[in-house]
């Protein structure tokens, strides 16, 4: 059944993307790859997938003018959805090396940090911890999703105001490994997942139907 929703998914050269053209198509929205900043600002959702490092994302996105089209999205009240290091890149920076290193988006504070377990890449299925209130994970109970990486933000604390500000709190969502890290944010009309819900079976399909649902 077709949910009457354009989503592009944004092609800046961050890995294969075929797989969540071909999750977002299944569950019936209208799907378009590309870097193009019209249709990118145009669509009623951009997903920003990510794979590999953080910095090189950050190039790559900086080369299709990224940073400028996801800011002008979130000014204008138009959802994104990060995906893995897609939801890396929104926060203020990564300890991942490379030669060049590039600051975050800087949407919500804090760090990505490499995680401090014995077996890394974190790779596989694991249960995560939802927040009450979650729209992303609304139906999915205690379900699992894909993880494949090294790097996370942990021991994340988001500084919100008293008084009104309290309802604008991002909803977490944790997941562990090594350590309790984010596995999800849910902030107004930026979200994003550490996991990969396009690789996450019938409870990827869900969480990114209710994406679409809600947009």
Sequence with gaps: MALSKDVVVFDYGSGNVRSAVRALEHIGARVELTADPERALACDGLLVPGVGNFHTCMAGLAAVHGPRIIERRLAGGRP????????????????????????????????????????????????????????????????????????????????????????????????????????????GVLSATQFHPEKSGDAGLHLLKNWVTNL
Excluded: K
């Design 80 to 187: 994104v959805l990060g995906i893995c290091v897609g939801m890396q890149v929104m926060f203020d920076g990564s300890d991942e090396p490379a030669e060049v290193e590039r600051d975050g988006l800087a949407q919500w504070p804090g760090r990505v940090a490499r995680l401090p377990a014995p077996i890394v890449p974190h790779m596989g299925w694991s249960e995560i911890d939802a927040p009450a209130g979650s729209r992303l994970l609304h139906g999915l109970g205690d379900q699992r999703f894909y993880f494949v990486h090294s790097y996370a933000v942990q021991d994340w604390i988001m500084p919100v105001a008293d008084g009104a500000m309290a309802a604008s709190a991002p909803l977490v969502t944790w997941s562990e490994h090594g350590a309790p890290f984010v596995a999800a944010v849910e902030n």
